[in-house]
Each structure stands twice: as structure tokens, then as C-alpha cells.
Nanobody
Framework: QLLLVESGGGLVQPGGSLRLSCTAS????????IGWFRQAPGKELEGVSC????????RYGDSVKGRFTISRDKAKKTVDLQMSSLNPDDTGLYYC???????????????????WGQGTQVTVSP
């Protein structure tokens, strides 16, 4: 069983929306900062968002700020990423990641996360 599993990816038109979800096994999502990264072919890994364990703080990459929202659904035990106003530059493989700490750091750096899901593909195209 994977430690982290992403779902919700798919094909969407520019301007559309998608909601990604992350579930965990063998640990409690509520105990750690949880983030999202993405990577497109030929592009560098990009930190997308992060949410504190206490759900009292969030971080967003500059390219998605104002368009994406990260949240926790305590009933479903998920961390979700609501993506709106999508454009082709948002295309990529999106990873849910487990933080080393309870609090998100100032920047969303991969060194601050110690477990990764397999990724879910998001494609934004006409």
C-alpha cells in the first residue's frame, strides 16, 4: 500500500476547474504539513501549495496564487487541492507530499518533504 495516494486528475479545458485529493496510509495526515508539487515534461519540479497540520496556515507558489486552494477534509481524511482558472501551463503530474514538520516552511522546497505519492496527471488543453 502506498503511503500517499493522489486522485482527481484528468483532462480539462482552459478556464476550467479540477479538484485533487490526497489520502494517506500508515500515518495521520492531520499530524503533518502536507503539500502539492507538480512537474511537466522537460520542466523543473515546482512547489504548488502546502497546508499546516493545524489547518491554520497555507502557502502557494506564485504561479497558482489566487487560483488554487488547499484544504483539509477531516471527515474524509483527505487533503484537497481545488484548482480553478486552469491554463495549459498548469499541465503536469501532481504529487501529494508529506512534510517533515507540522508547519509549512516559507518556501515550498522538496527537501522539507519526506514521502511522495505516485502522482496524478492534470492536462489542460482545448
Amino acid at each position: 500500500q502506498l503511503l500517499l495516494v493522489e486522485s482527481g486528475g484528468g483532462l480539462v479545458q482552459p478556464g476550467g476547474s479540477l479538484r485533487l485529493s490526497c489520502t494517506a496510509s500508515r500515518f495521520n495526515l492531520e499530524d503533518y504539513a502536507i503539500g502539492w508539487f507538480r512537474q511537466a515534461p522537460g520542466k523543473e519540479l515546482e512547489g504548488v501549495s502546502c497546508i499546516n497540520s493545524g489547518n491554520d496556515g497555507t502557502r502557494y507558489g506564485d504561479s497558482v496564487k489566487g487560483r488554487f486552494t488547499i484544504s483539509r477534509d477531516k471527515a474524509k481524511k483527505t487533503v484537497d487541492l481545488q484548482m480553478s482558472s486552469l491554463n495549459p501551463d498548469d499541465t503536469g503530474l501532481y504529487y501529494c507530499v508529506k512534510g517533515r514538520y507540522r508547519i509549512c516552511q516559507t518556501a515550498i522546497w522538496r527537501e522539507d518533504f519526506n514521502a511522495w505519492g505516485q502522482g496524478t496527471q492534470v492536462t489542460v488543453s482545448p
